[in-house]
Every structure is written in C-alpha cells, then in structure tokens.
C-alpha cells in the first residue's frame, strides 16, 4: 500500500544525490550520531533522576525545564539528518523489520515524553509517588533505547 | 612491521575469526558500542554545557562530577570493552584504517584534556565557582575541548567502517597512505 510512496522517495532528487556521493550519506550519519549523543544526554539526565538515582539534589522540574530545548533541539537534529538518509534508501526501509519497529517505537517515545513523562517530571517527586517516576523513566529509557537499537540494525539488513 | 605481523597473528585466532564469522555477535556488540556512545558522550555532553555555562545552571558542577560521572565512568568501560572486541574481529584491516589512528590520537588527546581539567588548578579551586552560573575562562576552554575532541571522534568512527583509504583499495594519495601504513610493494606481484 505504502511501497509506491516509498519507491517515488528513493527516486526523488535528494535520495539520488546521496546514494551518487561517496561522502555524503556518512556525513550525515555521523552527524545523525552526534546527535544521538546528545538526545542520550537530554534524555537520560531526566530519567536516570526520574529513577532515583543521579543528580538526586535537584527538584526532576528543573532537570526536565533544562534538558527540554536539548531534547527538542537534538531531535529535531536527528529528524533533519535522519530523513535525508531514510530517502537515499526508502524501500530498503520498506522491506526492514527494524526500520518499522524504529519507527513505532520513535513515535511513542515522542508522544510518551511530551504528554506522560513531561507531566511527571513538572510536577515533580512532591506530587507524584517515587514509584510511578521510575515507572515514567524506565519507560523513556526503554523506548528511546528501541529507537537506537532499532536504527542500528537498520544498517545490519 | 612488529604491529602488524602481531595484528596478523590476532585475526587469525579462532576467536577473533568466530566474531568476524558470526551472524550476530558483530551486530549485537556494534550495538552495544553505539548504545554506551549515547550513555558516556551523552552524560559529558552535559558536564560540558555545563562547564560551559548554557544549561544545568541551577547544579553545581561537583553535584554533576560526584553524582553523574560514576555512570559516565561505567559507559565508558563498556564502550571501551566493546570497542575492543570490535577491533579484535577485523584487527589487521582496522589497524592500517587511517580514520582508526585518527580516532585513537583524537581518544589520546581526550583522556589529556580530562586529566589537565580534574588534575588542575581551576578544578582545585572548584568550591569557589561550583555553584556560579557563568564559569571560569578554563573550564569553559574544558568543556569547549572536550565537546570538539567527542563530536571528532564520533565522527572518524563511524567513519572507520568505510574502505576508501584501505591498503586493498586504489591508492589515494601517498600521504594517506603513509599514515595508515600501507606497503603497497608487498602486494606487488
């Protein structure tokens, strides 16, 4: 149903240019990489405090009001430089079970951290119990790390 | 010479064949490495924003130092590990890789930037400026160093996966060639 969509993106101009240069599709993946780092740093900041351990001193509320523009900045990052690379290689996308569970797993990570995970981490440990914050962060953990491993074995196929 | 015959040597262990023939040992360690990449870099990423002084703002640097870096520090070791391994799977190729010397000179001058930044004065003097939002010239350069030297490295591992400068691929140029090593008299016929 979708493959049609997927055909036309490989051969659009964008996925061309990247699959004819030597350099380019590297380039943006180590740039996708570096970003990686930092949505790791964003997002792991406000987790591993979630879960009860790290910077344990600080209210979650401003961990979270921190991290926020470089989890909002490197994904957007990622995105941009993500994308790119999905259009060199669309329908091998198509056909790859890890880019669909990458995929799925980004978009409840997204939904997850902007709606659950953010409320919890603004109200912070006065409002909610230690152990639904560990729930929530285990939870971002767990799904932002499919999101990775997913994107890995993307290459692996 | 001695290096590379030892680098021979290693990838013709059994063990070293058993990981570059597996299905999916390569794989799953390969991901492990990207996945503490995202744990230690990510985690000094955020010590370096904050030597930097553009967020955590509100958290004394010895708060991040004492609390964050333990984890940093365990990342690290399993990155290392796995790094290892995946050396130890294509060792001769991966030691004549000119982005592999890179990497390893560009990991060299890291580990010197983060002794000069915990073994200096500036960090001795770390209960002066711990809580200060705007942080000194030095931790600044720190912090500065660290995030260039990481987003380097980063950048010349990935890149490590790609032939173009092999000795077993055309040659390039002389120079490159020189750096990875290459004796390309040998292959002669």
Redesign the interface.
């Given at each position: 149903m979708l493959l049609p969509y997927f055909q036309a993106i490989e051969a659009g101009i964008i996925g061309e240019t990247i699959r004819e240069s030597?350099w380019l599709f590297?380039f943006v993946?180590?740039f996708h990489?570096?970003a990686?780092?930092?949505?790791?740093?964003?997002?792991?900041?406000v987790d591993?405090r979630l879960l009860g351990?790290?910077?344990?001193?600080?209210p979650v509320s401003?961990?979270a009001r921190?991290?926020q523009?470089?989890l909002i900045g490197s994904l957007l990052f990622m995105i941009a430089s993500g994308v790119p690379l999905f259009m060199s290689e669309a329908i091998k996308c198509y056909y790859s079970f890890a880019f669909w569970t990458k995929m799925t797993a980004l978009a409840l990570a997204i939904i997850f951290s902007f709606t659950i995970r953010r409320r919890v981490a603004l109200a912070g440990e006065t409002r909610i119990d230690p152990f639904w914050m560990r729930v929530v962060g285990a939870t971002s953990i767990l799904l932002w790390?499919t999101v990775?491993?997913g994107g890995?074995?993307i290459g692996?196929s | 010479m001695i290096l590379h015959n030892l680098m021979q040597w290693m990838a013709d262990t059994p063990w070293s064949v058993g990981l570059h023939e597996s299905r999916y040992a390569y794989s799953i360690i390969e991901s492990i490495h990207v996945w503490t990449l995202c744990v230690f870099v990510g985690f000094a990423v955020f010590l370096d924003l904050r030597l930097l002084g553009v967020t955590l703002k509100g958290v004394p640097v010895s708060q991040i130092t004492e609390r964050i870096l333990p984890w940093t520090k365990v990342a690290f070791v399993i990155m290392v590990i796995s790094g290892v391994l995946l050396f130890f799977a294509i060792p001769l190729r991966t030691y004549h890789n000119v982005f592999f010397r890179l990497k390893a000179v560009l990991l060299v001058l890291a580990a010197l930037n983060a002794w000069v930044f915990h073994n200096g004065g500036m960090y001795r003097r770390l209960a002066e400026w711990d809580s200060a939002q705007v942080t000194p010239r030095a931790a600044k350069l720190a912090g500065a160093f660290s995030l260039a030297l990481w987003v380097a490295i980063i950048f010349s591992g990935r890149m490590i996966a790609y032939n173009w400068f092999d000795c077993e691929s055309p040659q390039k140029a002389a120079w490159i060639d020189m750096l990875s090593g290459c004796d390309r008299t040998e292959e002669a016929p």
């Open positions: 030597t590297p993946e180590a990489l570096v990686l780092a930092v949505i790791g740093g964003a997002v792991l900041v591993v351990f790290g910077l344990k001193r600080q401003e961990l921190d991290a523009p470089w790390s990775g491993w890995r074995w692996f | -």
